[in-house]
């Protein structure tokens, strides 16, 4: 199984992309940590990413899809992959798509865990008191929220125009959502 996972901050991809890890038996693949794993161990295109970020700029869509394509071709990632935190815009997500054709690990489908954004600011005001995250007060995410909008969300129109999208009401309890991930897997 290949699937990205798509929702914004605070809708439960990182919590159910755990468990999907689990269940599945596939690497959960989130660009945030590929791309501190790969600063971290000095590799080229960490030392070019670690360059960039050090000017205060986003890592290219170049580098992180150059570290995707080298973490697909390790073994682990034969049986699939779970996809977190990529792709975040349209450009992202057809370089992700031509990198899988050309590796022959075409893409399965994408889940967008879909949340009402006052429960997102809600879920994240929770996470930020119990975590002590700044980033998570409710200003900076509806910053947060707006710019998924505007970048991401239009990815779930280009999964869906693909015959690709499933989408998944991600409110409940955590053993609800992650029923509702499964069923969405046996109707794609």
């Not at 995250?133 to 969300?153: F, H, I």
Request: overall charge negative; hydrophobic content about 40%.
């Amino acid at each position: 199984m290949r699937l990205v996972l798509l929702g914004a901050p605070g809708s439960g991809k990182g919590t159910q992309a755990t468990r999907l890890k689990e269940h599945l038996q596939v690497p959960h693949v989130s660009t945030g940590d590929l791309l501190r794993a790969e600063v971290k161990a000095g590799s080229p295109l960490g030392l070019q990413a670690k360059e960039v970020m050090a000017r205060g700029e986003l890592v290219s869509d170049d580098i992180l899809l150059g570290m995707l394509e080298d973490r697909f071709s390790r073994d682990d990632m034969d049986n699939g992959f779970i996809l977190d935190g990529y792709p975040r815009n349209l450009a992202q997500a057809a370089a992700l798509d031509a990198l899988l054709e050309r590796i022959g690990q075409p893409m399965d489908i994408a889940v967008q865990l879909e949340v009402d954004n006052e429960l997102l600011i809600d879920r994240l005001a929770g996470r930020a008191q119990a975590e002590g995250r700044a980033d998570d007060n409710p200003e900076s995410v509806r910053k947060r929220l707006q710019v998924y909008d505007d970048q991401t969300a239009p990815v779930i129109g280009y999964y869906r125009d693909a015959g690709k999208l499933a989408v998944v009401d991600g409110v409940g309890t955590l053993d609800e959502v992650f029923g509702r991930i499964l069923a969405a897997f046996e109707r794609q």
